[in-house]
């Protein structure tokens, strides 16, 4: 397979003005025409062949300015040598024709239940016509759509429409990727917004009937993102009307093109009885986050994808921004941390390792990451932290003036930051080349009132990367005294060197270290740590992320011991607990996330960092041992708070009553290690929103228990998808281990088992490799059973396969048994005549 490398970068030979297309929408022979105008790049001289990706097309006719050529296209494209070419510019007309019902890959024009949707980014928009399909080619788009359906959507305004067709113009140029088609027997939600200069712009969601009633929330939190980023970014939006269509069959969350925002259904609809409080956050989330790359993505786009992080990390830290305007900033962090290490550090640490800009790459799909997303938005963080905030609102100002309607790289956003401080980013910008969670290791020492802390750091070798650089780590430390006082606000003190120092003087007393605060860099920390400053930092510490982080270490280090040498948890551990559920001054929601322990997969994690072989099974015991444990020492403040949470008055999805039911659900499933699940039955039997409902489903079955509650649950939604989805994957997350493959089996014979469906999908052979101990079962089934449907999947979904041929990326951590049965299935994988580049791209990184 073609390996691209960002080395071989070159500017497009021919760039585009506009682009004019007409659709003729029929599910087995759709008809594209389109009308390209070209003119020859002044950054690339000379007189150049032509070359125009295209994937899957049938060519039915082709011309140049005006005059037919009778053009053969390979497998990827079609070349027009330039000899054949006029110079300078040249109008393009083709027609091809393409067949979207038997579009399973789901890119491209494709599509689901019935109605027509497109998937272009990042390489889907050459299997619709040939067209020079990279970011760096933008132009405007003119798009006609003629079909029997009644709505008719794409990109822009409509500029008319009859019985039958419409027509739409987008005045903004764009690369091909954010291009998009909607057709549909669909109803919208709609509303209106006025922009901060007072234009007026229609927002419609569009949805199935039925559906209508469920697109108040994500309207709402459209809203809101519009406002929020002319207040805090200075964003307007730039056109008449702003669409968002949800779609039951869609490969990821949601997709940013130009004024048609197309989401996973399960990001757009919600009502109190079949959304949890999870899925209101990850709408406001997302819907927020497609809105934004309106700016980060759109208006300034993409050089090539390698640069993906560019407009992906900053829209991710824009997005968790406004989730923490919106809710809480001490929440959002910790959630935020506990995905990055969940997601990122795990890849990071893995064979999959690769920059936040990747150099090379064989199927850029595969590069939508943890590690361009999440750790790109922590490099945002990180500078805004070293240049401050106000460096950092005036270089936001300066990128958006200077690039506006470019497409642009990691190197103009430095740039931007350089300029505005007079600074030096070079050794900054080794975060975006340079794999692997850094570990900063932590000495001090105090003598005569003064304290030193000696910081080491060092990045761990990855594949391709055997030798690192020191980076620029901001670490914001501050100081408290033995008493919980802070003696020391807290300081970003800047690690650039592989050892430095930093000294505090003129202190009291020797302080308790809270170091990095607010998690302020995406490395490992490590530093041994005495339980009695973990007490004084969980009970005292003025940085919520901290306090947090302390307890959580705790909890680690009580089951590290526990699976290590059956160690019982201290009663100091149990205590520090205690006082946190008897606290009133503390937010709910803090406290459910201090109650959350490390998850198996994190223990596994942890372990393997400690130079230790996991054995999943004893984790899983010894996680389950612990909850229960906990349970009975805390039973008192747990009854209490399930009872003191309850909810009054009318649900609403916002953080306060999200907090709390989010608390009242981790006391639940605390108490039903105790009670054989007689309040869970209670709560599920009276829930009227479906966080209860399914809190109380999930304790049930955490325990082995629920079998009835799991029926009566199958029958009361089996009519929604979305709710579906929810049954399917609770049971495989839950089963015990010995049971999960064959649970797992079980639930993918049943008939509402749509394996095409990428939901579905994930939700059954996702929730297997979500179960830890049942996944990485000694006998091996659990692989098996992952291996047999991404092999089934990927030759008719190639993207979604690859995707979740993560599961298989720890594999390095596991004992030799373990590491033999995974290894043959990633060949069995890998010898699958059926292989696509997607999934061979993943395995053969896998097996390195
Ligand atoms: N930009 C899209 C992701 C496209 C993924 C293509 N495999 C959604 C987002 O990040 O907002
Ligand atoms: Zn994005």
């Not at 975060?431 to 060092?458: C, F, I, K």
């Not at 201090?594 to 230790?612: I, N, T």
Request: net charge negative; proline share 6%; aromatic share 8%.
């Amino acid at each position: 397979p073609q390996v691209i490398r960002l080395a071989d970068y070159a500017p497009p030979a021919w760039l585009v003005d506009e682009v004019s297309l007409i659709f003729r929408l029929d599910p087995a022979a759709t008809r594209v025409q389109s009308r390209i105008s070209f003119r020859a790049n002044p950054a690339a001289p000379g007189h150049h062949d032509l070359w125009l990706d295209g994937e899957n097309l049938k060519l039915l006719s082709a011309r140049i300015n005006g005059e037919a050529r009778s053009v053969t296209p390979g497998p990827e494209g079609l070349r027009i040598p330039a000899t054949e070419l006029p110079e300078g510019q040249f109008l393009w007309e083709a027609e091809v024709e393409i067949a979207p019902e038997g579009n399973t890959a789901l890119e491209g024009l494709y599509m689901s239940r019935g109605m027509y949707c497109t998937q272009c980014e990042a390489e889907g928009f050459r299997k619709i016509t040939f067209y020079p399909d990279r970011p760096d080619v933008m132009a405007t788009f003119r798009v006609r759509i003629e079909s029997e359906l009644p709505v008719l959507l794409s990109n822009g305004n409509p500029t008319a429409q009859g019985a039958g067709w419409a027509e739409w113009h987008d005045p903004w140029p764009k690369p091909a990727y954010l291009f998009a088609l909607v057709a549909g027997d669909l109803v919208a939600q709609s509303n209106r917004f006025t922009t901060v200069s007072g234009t007026e712009v229609a927002l419609n969601i569009w949805v199935r009937p039925g559906d209508e009633n469920k697109c108040a929330y994500a309207m709402d939190a459209l809203i809101r993102s519009m406002r929020w980023d002319e207040e805090v970014y200075g964003r307007e939006y730039d056109l008449d009307v702003f669409n968002i269509v949800a779609v039951d069959d869609f490969n990821m969350g949601a997709m940013e093109n130009k004024g048609l925002n197309i989401f996973n259904s399960r990001y757009v609809l919600a009502s109190p009885e079949t959304a949890t409080d999870q899925d209101y956050e990850n709408i406001e989330r997302i819907i927020a986050h497609e809105y934004f790359h309106n700016w980060t993505g759109n208006r300034i786009t993409c050089r090539d994808w390698f640069q993906l992080c560019l407009k992906e990390g900053l829209t991710v830290y824009r997005d968790q921004q406004f989730t923490g305007d919106m809710r809480s900033h001490a929440v959002k962090r910790i959630e935020d941390v506990l995905t990055l290490r969940a997601r990122q550090f795990r890849e990071d640490n893995g064979p999959l390792a690769h920059n936040v800009r990747p150099e090379t790459y064989v199927e850029i799909n595969n590069f939508y990451t943890a590690t361009v997303y999440e750790k790109g938005a922590e490099l945002i963080g990180m500078l805004r932290r070293l240049v401050g905030d106000d460096a950092y609102r005036a270089a936001l100002r300066l990128y958006f003036e200077r690039h506006d309607g470019q497409a642009c790289t990691i190197e103009d956003w430095i740039r931007v930051f350089e300029d505005t401080t007079h600074r030096d980013l070079s050794q900054f910008k080794r975060w975006y080349s340079q794999a692997g969670t850094p570990r900063v290791m932590v000495e001090d020492s105090w003598a005569d009132g003064t304290y030193v802390l000696r910081l080491h750091q060092s990045v761990p070798a990855t594949p391709g990367q055997p030798l690192k650089e020191p980076l620029v780590i901001p670490v914001a430390v501050g100081l408290l005294g033995q008493d919980g006082r802070e003696l020391q606000p807290t300081v970003v003190l800047e690690l650039s060197e592989p050892v430095q120092e930093f000294r505090f003087e003129g202190l009291p007393q020797r302080p308790v270290p809270s170091i990095l605060r607010g998690f302020s860099a995406p490395v490992i920390l490590q530093r041994d740590q005495t339980s009695a400053e973990r007490a004084v930092l969980l009970a005292h510490d003025t940085d919520p992320f901290n306090r947090w982080e302390a307890g959580r270490s705790l909890a680690r280090d009580v089951l590290l011991a526990m699976i290590a040498r059956d160690e019982a948890p201290s009663t100091a551990f149990l205590e520090g607990l205690g006082s946190l559920l008897r606290d009133p001054a503390l937010d709910p929601a803090f406290i459910a996330l201090a109650l959350r322990l490390p998850s198996e997969d994190d223990l596994a994690q942890a372990l393997h960092e400690a130079g230790e072989v996991p054995d999943p099974a004893r984790i899983h015991d010894m996680r389950r041992k612990l909850t229960h444990l906990r349970a009975e020492h805390l039973a008192e403040d747990l009854h209490r708070i399930h009872d003191a949470m309850a909810s009054t008055g009318a649900y609403d999805p916002a953080a306060d009553q999200a907090g709390r039911r989010a608390l009242r659900n981790a006391a639940l499933a605390g108490l039903t290690h105790l009670d054989q699940g007689a309040r869970a039955s209670r709560q599920f039997a009276t829930a009227d929103n479906m966080t209860e409902q399914l809190g109380a489903l999930s304790a049930l079955l955490e325990i082995g228990a629920g079998a009835d509650e799991l029926a009566a649950f199958y029958d009361q939604w089996r009519g929604d998808r979305l709710v579906l989805d929810k049954w399917f994957g609770l049971q495989v997350m839950f089963a015990a281990p010995d049971a999960a493959a064959e649970t797992a089996a079980g639930l993918a014979a049943h008939p509402d088992f749509d394996w095409k469906n990428p939901n579905r999908f994930r939700a059954v052979i996702g929730g297997l490799s979500a179960n830890a101990a049942g996944f990485h079962h000694a006998s091996g089934a659990g692989y098996r059973f992952v291996a047999d449907w991404l092999i089934r999947l990927d030759p008719l979904n190639p993207q979604t396969a690859a995707r979740m041929s993560t599961a298989f990326e720890t594999w390095q951590r596991y004992d030799p048994g373990r590491q033999a049965l995974i290894r043959a299935e990633l060949e069995r994988m890998r010898s699958a005549p059926t292989l696509s580049r997607d999934l061979g791209e993943m395995v053969g990184r896998m097996l390195g």
